[in-house]
């Protein structure tokens, strides 16, 4: 007897929250005695290689037959801005690192640590107010046609240019 995976993309989830965690999700270690507040904020802002804001997609579940589980949940997100380290635009997450009780909405957006690739901690972007205060003006983001814009960048090539055609000393 074979194995059949069957992948199941839900589409209907753009019109519902999901609900979807894992009560023993991985936390950071300053996290494990207490909740996130301020001390662990700086904390994180400070040892993650990279922090993003991302856009949740939708949902991917792969379901292997037999499987008495239920499965694997992969959550897709799309960076829109960062700091630090830039991440790759697209981000599938598993359920594994999802705290409880995180909602998802279809457009809805979430402040993101990343370390070696993997997330250390997600919350909603609508209570980041304090982390985005503490982060500062973004140092990367994607534009609309998924090109990745890095500001000192941009800055450095118009000074280049403008020096080129003499029109800065």
Not at 10 to 33: H, K, S, W, Y
Not at 41 to 54: C, F, K, P, T
Not at 108 to 132: C, K, N, Q, V
Request: proline share 6%.
């Amino acid at each position: 007897m074979g194995v059949r995976i069957v992948l199941i993309v839900l589409t209907a989830l753009a019109a519902r929250q999901v609900f979807a965690c894992n009560p023993g999700a991985p936390v950071p270690p300053i996290m494990e005695d207490h909740g996130y507040d301020r001390i662990a904020m700086e904390y994180l802002i400070d040892n993650a290689q990279s922090v993003a804001i991302g856009r949740y997609t939708g949902r991917l579940d792969i379901v292997v037959e037999g499987d008495e589980a239920g499965g694997q949940r992969r959550f897709l997100f799309e960076l829109t801005d960062g700091w630090k380290v830039v991440m790759p635009r697209r981000q599938v997450i598993s359920d594994y690192w999802i705290p409880c009780p995180l909602e998802f909405r279809i457009g809805s957006h979430y402040l993101m640590y990343f370390t070696a690739g993997r997330p250390l901690y997600l919350l909603s972007a609508r209570e980041a107010d304090p982390e985005f205060d503490a982060l500062g003006d973004f140092d990367w983001f994607y534009n609309q046609r998924g090109e990745l814009i890095r500001p000192e960048l941009v800055r450095e090539v118009g000074e280049q240019s403008a020096k080129e055609a003499g029109t800065v000393d």
